[in-house]
């Protein structure tokens, strides 16, 4: 029976050694998930639609900072294309955001899909 014990004993303390090595890697990747968070925030995209015509500027929080319209789609008469433009060029942008951060992700995380482990935000 001592036997046993001993065997559990450094079963055991191996454990906590594993446990260690884990939080440390843990609080590591922790880091470089908050240094990400950094360097998307300060990430500008800019979305598109219309050729060009309607442009959106956004931060890698997905916060829109500048909205651009050349004047020559401004026209009275056609409203509702102006406003279509205008989402399009959002979820342009929007969907830029998310590849940036996709791609950040995935060398974070030598490609393995994390549950619960998104960004931007």
């Known amino acids: 029976m001592a036997w046993v014990v001993q065997i559990v004993e450094r079963e055991g303390e ?9 939080m440390k890697q843990a609080q590591a990747m ?8 950094e360097e998307l925030a300060a990430t500008v995209v800019t979305g598109q639609s219309g050729g060009g015509m309607v442009q959106v500027v956004m931060n890698g ?3 829109v900072m ?6 020559s789609v401004v026209t ?17 942008a929007q969907r830029k955001v ?4 996709n791609k950040n992700l995935a ?3 030598g490609g393995l899909k ?4 998104n960004l931007p935000f």
């Open 14 to 22: 191996m454990g906590v050694k594993n446990i260690g090595d884990i």
């Open 30 to 37: 922790q880091g470089k998930m908050a240094k990400m968070q």
């Open 61 to 63: 929080k997905q916060e």
């Open 66 to 71: 500048q909205v651009k319209i050349d004047p």
């Open 76 to 92: 009275a008469d056609d409203i509702e294309m102006l406003e279509d433009l205008v989402v399009s060029a959002f979820n342009d």
């Open 98 to 101: 998310q590849d940036v951060s």
């Open 107 to 109: 060398q974070l995380t």
């Open 114 to 117: 994390i549950p619960g482990l």
